[in-house]
T-cell receptor, first 117, second 114 residues
Framework: AQTVTQSQPEMSVQEAETVTLSCTYD???????LFWYKQPPSRQMILVIR??????QNATENRFSVNFQKAAKSFSLKISDSQLGDTAMYFC??????????????FGQGTILTVHP | NAGVTQTPKFRVLKTGQSMTLLCAQD?????MYWYRQDPGMGLRLIHY???????AKGEVPDGYNVSRLKKQNFLLGLESAAPSQTSVYFC?????????????FGPGTRLTVL
């Protein structure tokens, strides 16, 4: 079974600065997907970024980028130029595609990020 | 532009009561999921469906039943609610295929069982 660990329960950053959220996972699979989801106080789960394990290039989405280290089983999220609207709980998630596990996400415990003005 | 919707948004039950949570999606997605979110534990998969008329157990299925009679709807039932089922419930959907594995979530239902 896969496990996802987020070792930082809470993080804080000043507006306009950069912050990195950590995520590690454990799997014996070679092909899989990794995701970062954002959950603001509204509770809505919003996809931030996704990474396919077979791709060596790190995914980026505007101010959000990942550092994917497959050998180390590490998948960190970097938020540049932090904005007040980035304040939320961030979840790292793993998915193994195919077979009976298709589409089943395994989530980490979450990291609460607070952006201060 | 509804995406995934859930009803109700809030509910309070007494122990032993039953209820059904409704999830609807208008994206013609094949896959639908029910998760529960508890403090400090992230989201855990309760049941899921890979298509109309099919359901399967997830990580924490005990005490819940589901049905997928129509492709766009996925119902989660609690036959005899217990305080341990106090949680926030999320529904999600995704399409088939490696390029569209992203799950889209509903706004959640906060359930309290007294």
């Amino acid at each position: 079974a896969q496990t996802v660990t987020q070792s930082q329960p809470e993080m804080s950053v000043q507006e306009a600065e950069t912050v990195t959220l950590s995520c590690t996972y454990d799997t014996s699979e070679n092909n899989y997907y990794l995701f970062w989801y954002k959950q603001p106080p509204s509770r809505q789960m919003i996809l931030v970024i996704r990474q396919e394990a077979y791709k060596q290039q790190n995914a980026t989405e505007n101010r959000f980028s990942v550092n994917f280290q497959k050998a180390a089983k590490s998948f960190s999220l970097k938020i540049s130029d932090s904005q007040l609207g980035d304040t939320a709980m961030y979840f790292c998630a793993f998915m193994k595609p195919g077979g009976t596990s298709y589409g089943k996400l395994t989530f980490g415990q979450g990291t609460i990020l607070t952006v201060h003005p | 532009n509804a995406g995934v919707t859930q009803t109700p948004k809030f509910r309070v039950l007494k122990t032993g009561q039953s209820m059904t949570l409704l999830c609807a999606q208008d994206m013609n997605h094949e896959y639908m999921y029910w998760y529960r979110q508890d403090p400090g534990m992230g989201l855990r998969l309760i049941h899921y469906s890979v298509g109309e008329g099919t359901t399967a157990k997830g990580e924490v299925p005990d005490g819940y039943n589901v049905s997928r009679l129509k492709k766009q709807n996925f119902l989660l039932g609690l036959e005899s609610a217990a305080p341990s089922q106090t949680s926030v419930y999320f529904c999600a959907s995704s399409d088939r295929g490696p390029s569209t594995d992203t799950q889209y979530f509903g706004p959640g239902t906060r359930l309290t069982v007294l």
